[in-house]
């Protein structure tokens, strides 16, 4: 069964830069699994932030940005503000309709 | 506007079944396909399976192949999930998810999600 790994907590300072990272159990990520971020506040329904690796969705301010950095895919804020903090989390396409959520990456801002 | 409405809260008790559901509007209910994400208390989110309403074309995630069911009523524009025999480890969240086109690999569109509970 592959795993989607994600830092489970990450922390950045108002107005510092952070990356979160999305890997494979086994495995490097590519632009053929089509990496998506999607940021989660509690009691909320995901937001689309990235999808196809760099493209940010619509209304997306241009702080998020998406890249294959090494073997995983990354999800990088740039200037981050109180209102970033969240669950981030990463969905790679497997191929034949299946989708693999990472376990999340709860993102403080302090 | 595309919208996904998606039922409301479910109480149940162990081992009975339950039908949720997930409304499309505002773009062609029968193009795009329909996932469904669970989200367990205080855990991540995790991808059930998918469906394409346009010919009930369904996939299933592995861990949830033969746990539920997800199927697809075009003539309302709706979606489901549903349960034959439910087990207090199916409490979630559930939520449905349009993906953003056939060859595009992301979901563009959440609805706003189904709590369900089950308990004796």
């Known amino acids: 069964q592959t795993v989607v790994t994600q830092e489970p907590s990450f922390s950045v300072s108002p107005g510092g830069t952070v990356t979160l990272t999305c890997g494979l159990s086994?495995?490097?990520?590519?632009?053929?699994?089509?990496p998506s971020w999607y940021q989660q506040t509690p009691g909320q329904a995901p937001r689309t932030l990235i999808y196809s690796t760099n493209t940010r969705s619509s209304g997306v301010p241009d702080r998020f940005s998406g890249s294959i950095l090494g073997n995983k895919a990354a999800l990088t804020i740039t200037g981050a503000q109180a209102d970033d903090e969240s669950d981030y989390y990463c969905?790679?396409?497997?191929?034949?309709?299946?989708?693999?959520f990472g376990g999340g990456t709860k993102l403080t801002v302090l | 506007e595309v919208q996904l409405v998606q039922s409301g809260a479910e109480v149940k008790k162990p081992g009975e079944s339950l039908k949720i559901s997930c409304k499309g509007s505002g773009y062609s209910f029968t193009s795009y396909w329909i996932g469904w994400v669970r989200q367990m208390p205080g855990k991540g989110l995790e991808w059930m399976g998918i469906i394409y309403p346009g010919d009930s074309d369904t996939r299933y995630s592995p861990s949830f192949q033969g746990q539920v069911t997800i199927s697809a009523d075009r003539s309302i524009s709706t979606a489901y999930l549903q349960w034959s025999s439910l087990k207090a480890s199916d409490t979630a969240m559930y939520y449905c998810?349009?993906?953003?086109?056939?060859?595009?690999?992301?979901?563009?569109?959440w609805g706003q999600g189904t709590l369900v509970t089950v308990s004796s």
């Open positions: 086994s495995g490097s990520v590519s632009t053929s699994y089509y």
């Open positions: 998810a349009r993906r953003a086109g056939s060859t595009d690999y992301y979901f563009e569109n």
């Open positions: 969905v790679l396409y497997m191929g034949r309709g299946i989708w693999v």
